[in-house]
């Protein structure tokens, strides 16, 4: 999960990712150009918590305090 989780942020900044390794070929995104991040932005340090919290939230959800 964590790997998948971090290829699809990749693919949500201006860089994307690669469609094939060490190729010249062109890079995948999952957002229109508008709306995709730079990466070490403020936007991109906004969006930070505001995933976290989520992963948080779940995470005590399954390992309640005794």
């Known amino acids: 999960l964590g790997y998948a989780s971090h290829l ?9 990712l690669p469609s094939w390794p060490n190729r010249p070929a062109p890079r ?15 936007a991109e340090e906004a969006l930070l918590p505001l995933l976290a919290l989520p992963v948080l939230l779940l995470l005590l959800s399954h390992f309640p305090a005794r």
């Open 8 to 16: 699809l942020g990749d693919a949500c900044t201006k860089s994307g």
């Open 28 to 42: 995948l995104h999952l957002l229109p150009e508008r709306m995709r991040l730079v990466t070490g932005s403020a």
